[in-house]
């Protein structure tokens, strides 16, 4: 059975920065594609960033650009996202998922395992 456990999240000022992580468990995890998504109350969740099984390729929504990072550690099984510069419209539950068959896929419906989510809140 496949978990995925983020951690993290918390309080920032805007134009702070923080670092999610997610642990998958595992003996597959460097053959997933992974993403993260974001869900703010009331609003469908949505794609914020992904990367390919081996970090060599990474997408980003158009609004995270140039502020967001995503990479991963294979050997640790683990799969981060770095925010800078953020935002109070950054505000929402943040979502890691694992996709087997797919890199980079924009769509929640494309990912098989979901962690359950950590609390990104940007005052401002």
């Known amino acids: 059975q496949v978990q995925l456990v983020e951690s993290g999240g918390g309080l920032v000022q805007a134009g702070g920065s923080l670092r999610l992580s997610c642990v998958v468990s595992g003996r597959t995890f460097s053959s997933y594609g992974m993403g993260w998504f974001r869900q703010a109350p009331g609003k469908e969740r949505e794609f914020v960033a992904a990367?390919?099984?081996?970090?060599?390729?990474?997408w980003y929504t158009g609004s995270v650009k140039g502020r967001f990072t995503i990479s991963r550690d294979n050997a640790k099984n683990t799969v981060y996202l770095r925010m800078n510069s953020l935002k109070p419209e950054d505000t929402a539950v943040y979502y890691c998922a694992a996709s087997q068959h797919f890199s980079g896929s924009y769509y929640v419906t494309q990912y098989d395992y979901w962690g359950q989510g950590t609390q990104v809140t940007v005052s401002s």
């Open positions: 990367i390919n099984w081996s970090g060599s390729s990474t």
